[in-house]
Nanobody
Framework: QVQLVESGGGLVQPGGSLKLSCEAS????????IRWYRQAPGKTREYVAQ???????HHKESVKGRFTVSRDNNKNAVYLEMNNLHLDDTAVYFC???????????WGQGTQVTVSS
């Protein structure tokens, strides 16, 4: 069973920054693509960013230059660093592990990010 634990959400003003963490066992990061998704109130869940087992990254176009996905193998963690946050970045952010074959996907419990003045 793959377990993912997110943390780091909170309330921040527009233009501010937050760094989300996703912790799991090292084997998860070696075998799965780790993705960040978000779901805003009343909207469907959307993809935000991904990091592959070999460290390649990809970001949704609308967050490029503001969000950065990274990993720390020593801490068994993947991060989503978010800068210059906008009001419409408000959402529950989820960490997800996707098998490289695409055959399975696991989710964390989510962490709330609220951008408000």
């Amino acid at each position: 069973q793959v377990q993912l634990v997110e943390s780091g959400g909170g309330l921040v003003q527009p233009g501010g920054s937050l760094k989300l963490s996703c912790e799991a066992s090292r084997s998860v990061f070696d075998l799965y693509h780790i993705r960040w998704y978000r779901q805003a109130p009343g909207k469907t869940r959307e993809y935000v960013a991904q990091i592959t087992p070999d460290g390649r990254t990809h970001h949704k176009e609308s967050v490029k230059g503001r969000f950065t996905v990274s990993r720390d193998n020593n801490k068994n963690a993947v991060y989503l660093e978010m800068n210059n946050l906008h009001l419409d970045d408000t959402a529950v952010y989820f960490c997800s592990a996707v098998a490289t074959s695409g055959s399975s996907q696991y989710w964390g419990q989510g962490t709330q990010v609220t951008v408000s003045s």
